[in-house]
């Protein structure tokens, strides 16, 4: 295949393959994104259960209550391994013209693709122990209506923590050796990792009557969440983005508010209602930063097929106003 110059070789790119240059990095987006709207929906039915009065239920009911984090799990699991495979046809076209980039707005496969690959493999574990501390947790709290004992045993909390202290270890590992979204990770990481050993300092776990302790660490990881929502690239947004970013960042606002605002009820020894209405703001605000960041990644994609539709209608178009418009 030849080559034009000042970035015309990209014209040459079969459109199918060029499109699936990045298909990698967008599916990888779109598991973390189940991932937290998973969780988020898991905190909104919860509350929403206990609000109902949800102890004098069944205690098999945890299982059917964990029921968005089962197929959100499980959906994850599925973009993984698709992930792996998602951009092959431009991978192919790479080798087949022994190149590790082609065109001039695509990624390379050895500096760009392959590091994700790799890092969704490890994202793999990550959620398969995060299923394994999920089926501990749920089967520790579908166990405290049978046993009021709090011993080591059934009922439990130990061995979920430490699974899941292992899973937020790792989410922590991930934003400090790799810069990219690091700041999201730390906080997210970090303030798990520390929610996990509050729970297992706090006497007699969740149903204890300082169980509020264990919230501690949420305002300071909401708090720091919102901050690196601040930090990063404004300036480089198109319009539509800092919007979407700004409404990201009242949610994550209201979501600081709240989760002090539901410690001092829980402190205060305040009645269901009024916690439970909380922690279902709580979950349905993390449904919607998720929402946002989908909304985010949609904007990106478009503006990227843009600039490189750009280039296709208009053939002497220069590098140099390629990155004007992108």
Request: proline residues 4%; glycine residues 8%; negative net charge.
């Amino acid at each position: 295949m030849d080559y034009g110059p000042d970035g015309q070789d990209e014209l040459l790119i079969p459109r199918a393959q060029q499109r699936a240059a990045f298909r990698t990095h967008y599916v990888l987006v779109a598991a973390r994104l189940v991932f937290v709207f998973a969780h988020g929906a898991l905190v909104l039915t919860c509350s929403l259960a206990l609000r109902r009065g949800f102890e004098d239920r069944n205690d098999d009911s945890w299982w059917i209550l964990f029921l968005p984090v089962w197929l959100g799990n499980m959906l994850c699991i599925a973009l993984i391994i698709y992930s792996w495979f998602a951009s092959c046809p431009y991978i192919q076209l790479c080798l087949t013209e022994r190149q590790a980039r082609l065109g001039v707005s695509n990624p390379s496969i050895l500096t760009d693709i392959l590091p994700e690959i790799v890092m969704a493999v490890l994202g793999l574990i990550f959620i398969i122990l995060t299923v394994v501390g999920e089926v501990l947790l749920c089967r520790y709290l579908a166990n405290l209506g049978r046993s009021s004992s709090g011993r080591l045993g059934d009922d439990s909390i130990v061995p979920s923590s430490i699974v899941l202290m292992i899973v937020a270890i790792l989410g922590s590992c991930h934003g400090v050796c790799i810069e990219t979204n690091g700041d999201y990770y730390n906080s997210i990481g970090f303030g798990a990792l520390a929610t996990f050993i509050a729970a297992l300092c706090v006497p007699s776990g969740v149903v204890g009557s300082c169980s509020w302790v264990i919230l501690l660490p949420s305002p300071m990881s909401t708090l720091c969440f919102l901050m690196a929502t601040m930090k990063h690239g404004n300036h480089e947004m198109v319009r539509e983005e800092r919007l979407l970013r700004r409404a990201e960042q009242c949610v994550v606002s209201l979501l600081f508010v709240a989760f002090v605002l539901l410690i001092c009820l829980l402190a205060s020894d305040a009645g269901p209602s009024a916690s439970s209405g909380l922690g279902a703001l709580v979950g349905a605000g993390i449904c919607l930063i998720a929402i946002l960041r989908a909304w985010m990644a949609r904007v990106e994609c478009r503006h990227i097929n843009s600039a490189r539709d750009t280039v296709v209608t208009d053939p002497t178009l220069s590098l140099a106003d390629e990155e004007v418009c992108d």
